[in-house]
């Protein structure tokens, strides 16, 4: 049977999505803290990739593309909230959506870190990317993501200092 | 500790956090993905078409309606104006810096009036620049003996009233009195002038605006 170009892409994005959706979703989780919030962020970018999928699935690294695009977003998102005032009870609600592996002090440190040295960290240690694909996917030379790796993982060994620790146990 | 030896254990502890997270999934359905695109497409399309008419609108209006069309002679913008006078005088006022020298150059050109106008900031006439004091009129260029200015008691005859205030300056030219090959040279920036320079000793290498980075 023949399948027309626009089902062919709709079976190819959907075969993207659940390959990577679960993948995308930790991992944006684990830089936004919030379950819900950063289930919605990916689904915006995944519908952002599928808008632009014809050129999307040349990507060297779509994946990649979904993760800084939810981040970005969520960067968006700080700005347009952060001068809201939050209602009473609301961090009851944010408490149950946090998942219970998400609480230690290396996680609330990865947080504070700035946008671009998130973005490098999540690239380059949650999803083994190296530093060219990095920096190609960020759009910066690869100085700037060794750059931006090192101040990150400065950053992090000050938060975490049992991130040392652990380095010499193992 | 190095870099490579924290990489090393954050690339361990990030590695616990994702393991731990083998309960987390996304819950929304591709299907779901496919109709918030195909919403956005179709809001998309409607912002296109409105902004299309609107447009559309915008200009037929602007074509139509008497005064839509700015007539010869008279331009009037917020930095500057040129109106064509009966009397064959031609008034112009500057009120702000130049961004587009070149648009009121030529808008006195359709009067029939020749004319340089530079937009030359203070510190492009200070910068960069060997030998020349502050007052320097512009570095590309070697102005020995200053501008190429038409004698003064012909200059009065041609440009008159030139009030100068910066950031303003108004003056009328009188195109009859203009000699033969002469042009109105207007300059704003550091120096806020009207004045008629001798076009065939006029330096060519006068830019219309400041060179790109100043």
Redesign the interface.
């Given at each position: 049977m023949r399948v027309s170009g626009v089902e062919q892409d709709?079976q190819e994005?959907?075969e993207f999505?659940?390959a990577t959706?679960?993948d995308?979703?930790?991992?944006v989780?684990?830089s936004v803290g919030d379950?819900q919030q950063a289930?919605d962020l990916?689904?915006d970018a995944?519908?952002k990739a599928?808008?632009t999928w014809r050129k999307m699935r040349q990507h060297p690294a779509p994946q990649a593309w979904i993760i800084r695009t939810a981040l970005n977003a969520h960067v968006s998102w700080w700005r347009r909230h952060r001068r809201e005032e939050p209602l009473a009870g609301y961090d009851e609600t944010a408490a149950t959506a946090q998942?219970?592996?998400?609480d230690?002090s290396?996680?609330a440190g990865l947080r504070r870190l700035p946008l671009r040295q998130r973005q490098v960290?999540a690239l380059?240690?949650?999803l083994?990317l190296d530093t060219a694909t990095t920096a190609q996917i960020l759009s910066m030379p690869s100085g700037t993501v060794a750059s931006h790796?090192?101040r990150g993982?400065a950053a992090?060994?000050h938060e975490c200092p049992a991130?040392?620790d652990?380095?010499r146990i193992? | 500790m190095t870099d490579e030896a924290t990489l090393t254990a954050l690339r361990h502890r990030l590695a616990e956090v994702r393991d731990s997270m083998r309960d987390v999934h996304m819950t929304i359905p591709d299907n779901a993905i496919f109709t918030d695109a195909r919403k956005r497409r179709t809001r998309r399309g409607i912002a296109v078409a409105l902004t299309a008419v609107c447009a559309a609108i915008g200009i037929a209006v602007a074509l139509v309606l008497p005064g839509g069309q700015a007539p010869a002679g008279h331009v009037h913008l917020a930095a500057w104006s040129v109106e064509a006078n009966s009397d064959g005088t031609v008034t112009v006022t500057i009120r702000q810096m130049l961004g587009n020298p070149v648009g009121l150059q030529q808008a006195l050109a359709k009067d029939g009036v020749a004319a340089v106008v530079r937009y030359i900031p203070y510190k492009t006439s200070t910068r960069r620049h060997h030998g020349h004091t502050d007052f320097a009129t512009y570095p590309a260029c070697e102005y020995q003996g200053g501008l190429p200015k038409e004698p003064d008691s012909v200059t009065a005859k041609a440009i008159s009233g030139a009030a100068t205030t910066p950031p303003h300056l108004a003056f009328v030219i009188h195109t009859s009195a203009m000699p033969e090959g002469s042009v109105v040279y207007i300059e704003t920036g550091f120096v806020w002038t009207a004045t008629l320079l001798t076009n065939s000793r006029l330096p060519r290498c006068v830019p219309a605006g400041p060179p790109p980075g100043w």
């Open positions: 709709r994005f959907a999505y659940a959706r679960d995308c979703l930790r991992i989780l684990i379950r289930e990916v689904a995944f519908t599928w808008l998942h219970p592996a998400l230690s290396l996680l960290i380059r240690v949650l083994d790796l090192h993982l992090l060994r991130l040392g652990q380095e193992t | -």
